[in-house]
């Protein structure tokens, strides 16, 4: 069964403005891993939180996380044209090391 | 440019062809994965390989065969596929099979007829 999920599905905003994903999740997890992918792309890493910490930055990401919800967010600030991406959430459980991906939120950000 | 390359980028082949996929490292990483992307769905992890030695097979079926020769290269050979296995598939690596972040390749996108 999926393990992430992310919410919204699709995205369209004005370059500017922030974006915000969300990931809900299953099972207890070690940590979260944001990934973003181009169109046709490979997945690059973004931003990883670990299940003891509640909020992590990384330039104009803002990555929350709520063990309780079993929930993730991702807020872009200040979106530009050039992050128009598919953005993953990725959980990683200790038990087998397994690293589980979402499908995905679709972002685009318009001139 | 993550360190990951995969080749071909783009694949067509019959389902009677036999075709391989490539990807080489050059992180220096010693765990390598095949994950394959279909539209509308997560990625599916299909192979895993550990200092060379294949730890895991997500009841992946046998036309697909992972080869993993050293800890930089990966290969995918594909034989008698199917249209439904049209598409991308994804190498990956990290530094070993208890770390988290994992590096992706570009992927080869391949269609069958």
């Known amino acids: 069964s999926q393990q992430g999920e992310e919410d919204p599905q699709a995205l369209s905003i004005q370059e500017g403005e922030n974006a915000t994903m969300n990931c809900s999740y299953k099972?207890?997890?070690?940590?979260l891993q944001w990934y973003r992918q181009n169109s046709g792309r490979g997945l690059v890493h973004l931003i990883l939180?670990?299940?003891?910490?509640r909020e992590k930055h990384s330039g104009r990401l803002r990555v929350t996380l709520d063990t309780s919800k079993k929930s993730s967010s991702l807020l872009i600030t200040a979106s530009r044209a050039a992050d128009t991406a598919s953005y993953f959430c990725?959980?990683?459980?200790?038990?087998?090391?397994?690293?589980?991906f979402g499908t995905g939120t679709q972002l685009k950000v318009e001139l | 440019e993550t360190g990951v390359t995969q080749t071909p980028r783009h694949l067509v082949m019959g389902m009677t062809n036999k075709k391989s996929l490539k990807c080489e490292q050059h992180?220096?990483?010693?765990?390598m994965y095949w994950y394959k992307q279909s539209a509308k769905k997560p990625l599916e992890l299909m192979f895993v390989y550990n200092f060379k030695e294949q730890t895991e097979n997500n009841s992946v079926p046998s036309r697909f065969s992972p080869e993993c020769p050293n800890s930089s290269h990966l290969f995918l050979h594909l034989h008698t596929l199917q249209p439904e296995d049209s598409a991308l598939y994804l190498c990956?690596?990290?530094?070993?099979?208890?770390?988290?972040?994992?590096?992706f390749g570009s992927g080869t996108q391949l269609s069958v007829l």
């Open positions: 992180l220096g990483h010693n765990a």
């Open positions: 990725a959980t990683f459980t200790g038990g087998g090391n397994k690293l589980t």
């Open positions: 939180i670990r299940s003891n910490e």
């Open positions: 099972t207890s997890i070690n940590n």
């Open positions: 990956a690596s990290s530094q070993d099979r208890t770390n988290e972040k994992l590096f």
